[in-house]
């Protein structure tokens, strides 16, 4: 997901670890990434958000758009990533997110007046809520296949058969 990041032109990149993190870091090691470590990942999504998103403003005080990636989800490449930007660029809106399975979630993109929600995203909720709470400044980026991610070793097993 780095690499299609970079290749997409996302800069600074930032990858929050938790439960793996001495192993994730070493397979980072040759990326441009920078790598933020939540210690208490295990309370929720949210506050890995929370991790990132404070890591990246801090690198980038400017900065204007954060894309949430997970590493989960296979179908998501440097076409995917360009194609979110693109659609930002077309709408104005401040939020793109995928539109797949009668929802919305990541990956998405929002700009700098979602900062705010997104470093105070309780532990328990993802960016979902955050999309869901006013449909009006959301874009919708039809991706059907982002309905699959890898969550375990028979998920991996599923999608490989399936290719």
Known sequence: MVDHASEAGCEPIGVVIGSYAKKVKAQLGDTSAKIFENHN???????SIRVGVQGLIEMEPRLNAIALLACDQ???????????????????????????????GIPALFDRSCFSELLALEYSNGAKSIILRNRKRVAKFPFPKDRIDIDTAADYTSLTEVK
Do not use: Q
């Open 74 to 104: 296979p179908f998501v490449d440097t076409g995917v990533i360009k194609r979110l930007f693109a659609l930002r660029e077309k709408t104005n809106k401040a939020i793109v997110a995928s539109s797949y399975s009668a929802t919305l």
């Open 41 to 47: 990942w295990s309370a929720g999504i949210g506050g």
